[in-house]
């Protein structure tokens, strides 16, 4: 007699639903709290960058030179995505939104006055939600100000590439994936070797030894199955139903 195939397929099958439900579980909380960390990280240094690039601006203003005739800010933009490459772009806008300067990281341009650019645009934002993202998640929105007449003169806009941050999210869900994979294979192997030892190998030889005993008119002996109390009781039971027949016979 074979431990019925369908037992073993349970077991199997419910220990590998705990352990997907688990690493799912926890795999989500990962993901996720690794792109909250990944994304505060970036916007602290987008604050810490774009605050340089704010003073600097401010102090040229300062100077009586007017916002929209700044210049020679390509290297200090260049410099900035340097630092963040996930930076998707850098602008720098008047009040009205008309870009002065914009920085990319194939490009750094100082634009006439007056033109507007569609890096803001809602065909920018509904990409932005369909990965997932908030605009406060990837935008950087820094006010310039004329400190001499306290006059809001512009601000300076930075982006996060949407992109990058779900690759990176990726990257980490791939590594999970690949750690339940593993899981899943040892949690295979573990439960084949118990399954093989404390059920399927006990009961095989329990009922090889009581079809001996049925030919033989024996009792068993339950030694080698104390460590299985329910088997061990099956024994005595057995044993027990044996003696009434033989008294029985008699």
Same mark, same amino acid.
């Given at each position: 007699?074979? *431990? ?7 077991? /199997? ?11 799912? +579980? ?9 792109? =909250? ?29 007017? /916002?929209? =005739? ?18 998707? !772009? ?24 007056? &033109?507007?650019?569609?890096? /803001?645009?809602?065909?920018? &934002? ?18 310039? !100000? @004329? ?25 980490? *869900? ?11 294979? +040892? ?5 084949? !070797?118990?399954?093989? @030892?404390?059920?399927?190998?006990? %009961?095989?030889?329990?009922? =090889? ?7 033989? %008119?024996?009792? *068993?002996?339950?030694?080698? /199955? ?13 044993? @027990? *139903? ?9």
């Amino acid at each position: 007699m074979k *431990l019925n195939v369908s037992m073993r397929m349970r077991i /199997f099958v419910i220990s590998v639903c705990i352990i997907i439900s688990g690493q799912v +579980i926890y795999s989500k909380k990962n993901v996720e709290s690794f792109q =909250k960390s990944y994304l505060e990280t970036l916007q602290m240094k987008c604050q810490k960058l774009g605050g340089f690039l704010k003073d600097d601006i401010e102090y040229v203003l300062s100077l009586n030179i007017p /916002f929209a =005739k700044l210049a020679k800010l390509e290297n200090t933009l260049r410099e900035i995505l340097d630092v963040i490459p996930e930076l998707e !772009f850098i602008e720098i806008t008047d009040r009205e939104g008309h870009v002065l300067h914009y920085a990319a990281h194939k490009s750094v341009t100082h634009i006439e006055a007056g &033109t507007t650019l569609p890096s /803001f645009n809602e065909e920018a &934002t509904l990409k932005i939600r369909h990965l997932g993202l908030n605009l406060s998640d990837v935008d950087t929105l820094l006010p310039v !100000f @004329y400190k001499r007449e306290n006059q809001h003169v512009g601000y300076i806009k930075m982006r996060l590439s949407p992109e990058v941050i779900v690759s990176k999210s990726r990257e980490i *869900l791939w590594d999970m994936i690949t750690v339940i994979l593993t899981s899943l294979l +040892i949690t295979f192997e573990m439960l084949t !070797f118990f399954v093989s @030892y404390s059920i399927t190998d006990p %009961l095989e030889r329990m009922v =090889k030894e009581v079809e001996g005993a049925v030919r033989s %008119l024996s009792p *068993l002996s339950g030694k080698g /199955f104390l460590f299985v109390n329910e088997l061990a009781d099956v024994i005595e039971r057995f044993n @027990y *139903l044996e003696s009434r027949g033989e008294k029985s016979n008699e």
